[in-house]
């Protein structure tokens, strides 16, 4: 009986083994959000129970990322809503991004707990190519859209918080991607009314994961909002 349940054990321990050895590069392209730290989470977990499994990480901004999920060379997409949502299947990501500006802060606005329209009417603008297309911002200027003052627009934040740092303008941005705290020069105010994005985990319809990404993914969907 003894060698039996041995050879039962060793059954199971070459099983779990196996399990263990899935390997596989898993690649995700993503726009910059705060939001990511729920796919970086899940990326820890599992290479930690799978230590085969690479990560390829490539960010960008929507346009950048939906281009190389369509033609194949990325498997996940993080992206920020409003974006063509029919193309893809998601789950969404746990986190809601909060959009702000950001400033110098010895610059006026530094000393308002928040930002409104009427505040940035007459400002000089630094924003996102993205956020100018995707509707949001404009809805939330109303009228005041068109009279804006841009200077400069960008499409990755850490440049135009450069930007910011020597006092050309005031950029529209969310928060909670550049670290604004102890020696740094700038800051950050919330828009009021607030406004929020929601950020999805998206893939191309009809995709075939490979082993890697479909555990990817379960762990993710875990912990994700339907």
């Not at 369509?70 to 809503?81: A, P, Y």
């Not at 893809?88 to 110098?104: A, I, K």
Request: charged content about 25%; aromatic content about 8%; glycine content about 8%.
């Amino acid at each position: 009986g003894g060698q039996l349940v041995e050879l039962g054990r060793k059954t199971e321990d070459e099983m779990a083994a196996k399990e263990d050895t899935v390997s596989g590069t898993v690649r995700i392209g993503a726009g910059e959000t705060h939001a990511f730290r729920t796919v970086a989470e899940s990326v820890h977990a599992l290479s930690e129970r799978y230590p085969e499994i690479r990560f390829d990480l490539f960010s960008g901004n929507a346009e950048d990322v939906m281009e190389r999920l369509d033609k194949g060379l990325v498997d996940f997409g993080v992206l920020i809503e409003p974006y063509d949502v029919a193309k893809y299947d998601y789950v969404r990501l746990p986190m809601q991004d909060v959009w702000g500006v950001l400033m110098r802060k010895d610059s006026p606005l530094a000393a308002l707990d928040a930002v409104q329209a009427e505040d940035l009417r007459k400002v000089p603008l630094i924003c996102s190519r993205q956020a100018l297309g995707g509707g949001q911002l404009s809805s939330w200027f109303k009228s005041d859209y068109t009279k804006l003052n841009l200077v400069s627009s960008y499409n990755l934040l850490f440049n135009a918080s450069l930007l910011a740092e020597t006092g050309l303008g005031y950029v529209l941005c969310i928060d909670g991607i550049l670290n604004t705290t102890g020696e740094s020069n700038v800051c950050f105010r919330p828009l009021k009314p607030a406004l929020t994005s929601q950020v999805n985990l998206v893939w191309k319809k009809y995709q075939i994961f490979s082993k890697a990404s479909e555990l990817f993914l379960n762990h993710i969907s875990e912990r994700s909002v339907v």
